[in-house]
């Protein structure tokens, strides 16, 4: 599945923002957003910090390719504020990513998915604490 390299970016800092500050654990979040990379066509690298992620794209080269990009196609920096726990949107996230992986969700859907989780209202404390 190829698309361009501003909606790959888009994909992926927008999944790295929900899965971040809602809890998902820093290799799960490299593991998932590196695999979406290479089914949209892109390498994807991922660079953690507190309240931050790089992202760099680049694109895939082909097995034995004896040239290597040296520069990144685009690079993003997404403000990730580390707000809690919310593993509800965690695992929409995970299952937009997994649709997007396995072709059943067209990109431009799942960039719509992916704003209708982040907007979403968090799971309440009682809530959370039963679910606990």
Known sequence: MG???QLALKLIGNSAKILFSNGQTTQRLIDDL??????????????????????????TTPPNAQIVASHPLLIEVVDVPPLGIDMQKVSRTLSVLEDLKTARLHP??????????????????PRFSIMA
Not at 36 to 54: A, E, K, N, R
């Open 34 to 59: 590196q695999a979406l990379g290479l089914t949209l066509g892109y390498s994807i690298h991922i660079y953690p910090s507190w309240d931050q992620i790089t992202v760099t794209l680049n694109a």
């Open 108 to 125: 431009e859907d799942g960039l719509v998915l992916l704003d209708q989780i982040a907007t979403s209202a968090p799971a309440s404390t």
């Open 3 to 5: 698309v361009t390299p």
